[in-house]
């Protein structure tokens, strides 16, 4: 039995440890491992007589005399007992594991029955399942660490004088999600990572932006105008047409065909003078449709089709004269 292979198994694991009386220890020795790559010059001590006539599960000692407390709330007859454990607690941070609803809905229950105003909590699957590692360290981090990045973000923007910082934060956020979004294109994605095809497309069309040596920061405004516009693109795919994403990487994109193209790129009848990246878009369109079953979309009009048709209406065929 694994942890790895869905919320059966871990079912099954809890229980399995539970009926052997182990799902503390190994639970404690989990978090000690976590908490210590977090802080590794903190030490976290299992079954701690933290107060008088009774003992913590779990408590992190950091040197400036700042402690963390964790409780683990595996019965709901014993969460009364656990409550005032941590309740009497010390520690400057105090916090909850509760046995995920799945394995057992009364003891959550119980839980925020008896305390509606609840310690911060993590559920059990968030501590064991490797899976939810990097969930873990954030929440932790933004628990127990004061300057966490979140937590003085908090601070800053709950302020009176927050709101105005609101949408300098939120343009950065915005540089951080591209950033990170474009580094997928690079990094194996895990088995549970879901993304929209929609996601897909638009984050394959900016890797080949990407690879013009293009910052990632200054391409997030077209990352969401992709997506705005993406059936435009597979539209225009599947009716056979070439297709070309022109941008100039400020406000200006355009979904052109190679007549498009050619009119104002090449016989600038706009007059235009800017500067355009020109991406190809058929081929990455017909890949990714057929790595999820789809066929590809031929290419069905060509440049000469286009004038040959504006050639008819410029020049309409002469009389003949009997």
Do not use: C
């Not at 656990?82 to 394995?103: F, G, H, W, Y």
């Not at 509606?116 to 981090?141: G, I, K, M, N, Q």
């Amino acid at each position: 039995m694994t942890l790895e292979d869905g919320n059966t198994d871990f079912i099954g694991y809890v229980n399995n440890l539970k009926r052997l009386k182990r799902l503390h220890g190994e639970v404690e020795k989990r978090l000690s491992v976590l908490l210590a790559h977090l802080y590794p010059n903190a030490p976290a001590i299992s079954e701690v007589s933290g107060i008088l006539g009774g003992r913590n599960d779990l408590i992190q000692f950091f040197f400036s005399g700042r402690k963390v407390v964790f409780e683990l709330f595996f019965s709901p007859s014993q969460v009364s007992q656990d409550l005032r454990l941590l309740e009497q607690s010390q520690a400057e941070v105090k916090i909850a594991v509760l046995l995920d609803r799945e394995i057992n809905s009364k003891l959550a229950a119980e839980y925020f029955r008896k305390k509606p105003d609840s310690f911060p909590f993590l559920w059990l699957s968030e501590v064991l399942l490797p899976s939810h590692e990097s969930t873990s360290y954030a929440r932790l981090r933004e628990l127990i660490d004061e300057n966490a990045a979140i937590v003085r973000l908090r601070r800053v923007l709950e302020h009176p004088a927050g709101e105005q910082f609101e949408p300098i934060v939120r343009d950065l956020l915005r540089d951080f999600e591209t950033t990170i979004a474009l580094r997928t294109l690079d990094t194996p994605k895990p088995a549970n990572t879901k993304m929209t095809h929609r996601q897909v497309i638009s984050l394959i069309i900016l890797g080949q932006v990407k690879k013009l040596g293009i910052p990632p920061k200054t391409l997030h405004y077209l990352y969401g105008w992709l997506q705005s516009n993406l059936q435009e693109i597979l539209t225009s795919v599947e009716q056979g047409f070439k297709t070309y994403l022109v941008t100039d990487l400020g406000e200006k994109h355009y979904i052109w065909n190679d007549k498009d193209l050619a009119d104002i790129l090449i016989l600038n009848v706009e007059g235009q003078e800017s500067v355009h990246i020109v991406v190809f878009l058929n081929n990455i369109v017909n890949d990714f449709w057929g790595r999820i079953g789809y066929e590809a979309a031929p290419i069905l009009w060509h440049l000469f089709h286009f004038y040959a048709e504006d050639r008819v209406i410029v020049f309409p065929p002469a009389k003949q004269h009997v």
